[in-house]
């Protein structure tokens, strides 16, 4: 099983509708939990931390299920510029030491 | 402004000309990272710094060299580039591992192709 694994897509969404990804980890040991957006071609920029309660900002809602070992993201009322990759990241503390792994991303493609 | 900057933004280069890309963080943070972002392989961490004078290798460090010889620069060395390093690099920086405060703070990129 992969470290993080998301749901490469694309997902072609209508403009307005609800999307929501999930991504996967494998250690149990996994501690923080992030998402992150970026554009084609530019650098990656945090979109939102992950809370184990859940998390809302704006339009988007960020979820942990720890039992299941995955964290989600919702977007409602999509817009076109929300057409980004969106990256789950995670940080496992092995051995003292932080190892950020990041997922591959999941393609948005918001569709007027 | 806080940003992270990288150069050159774009570099075509030819086997096994050295070529060394600078990365410099103006938000005092310790720790500072190397990525390589290719398609279907996602980012994957190159080498890493906890701070000045402490640098550790990440997931795919052969090839590479880094320094960190002041807390805000972190330069990428190829001393011998080769076709398989051509991809999009990323250098980042954090307060600290990510771990705790979160986020990372990445530079714009730069994209090297390797003839």
């Known amino acids: 099983r992969k470290e993080v694994e998301q749901d490469p897509g694309p997902f072609n969404v209508p403009e307005g509708a609800t999307v929501a990804f999930n991504c996967t980890y494998s250690?149990?040991?996994?501690?923080?939990f992030f998402w992150y957006r970026q554009d084609c071609r530019k650098e990656p920029k945090l979109l939102m931390s992950?809370?184990?309660s859940g998390n809302e900002d704006g339009r988007f809602t960020a979820q942990l299920n720890r039992a299941s070992q995955y964290i989600s993201l919702l977007i409602r009322d999509s817009k076109l510029s929300d057409s980004a990759t969106y990256l789950c990241?995670?940080?496992?503390?092995?051995?003292?030491?932080?190892?950020?792994?990041f997922g591959k991303g999941t393609r948005l493609h918001i569709l007027p | 402004e806080a940003q992270v900057t990288q150069n050159p933004r774009y570099l075509i280069t030819v086997t096994g000309k050295k070529l060394t890309v600078t990365c410099s963080q103006n938000?005092?943070?310790?720790?500072m990272s190397w990525y390589r972002q290719d398609p279907g392989l996602g980012l994957r961490q190159i080498y890493y710094?906890?701070?000045?004078?402490?640098?550790d290798k990440g997931d795919v460090p052969e090839g590479y060299k880094v320094s960190r010889k002041e807390k805000r620069n972190f330069p990428l060395i190829l001393e011998s580039p080769s076709p398989n390093q051509t991809s999009l690099y990323f250098c980042?920086?954090?307060?600290?591992?990510?771990?705790?405060?979160?986020?990372?703070?990445f530079g714009p990129g730069t994209r090297l192709t390797v003839t």
């Open positions: 980042a920086s954090s307060s600290t591992p990510s771990g705790r405060s979160g986020e990372q703070y």
């Open positions: 992950v809370y184990s």
């Open positions: 710094s906890m701070n000045v004078e402490v640098t």
């Open positions: 990241v995670v940080n496992q503390n092995m051995n003292r030491d932080d190892k950020i792994i």
């Open positions: 250690n149990s040991a996994s501690q923080s």
């Open positions: 938000m005092n943070h310790e720790y």
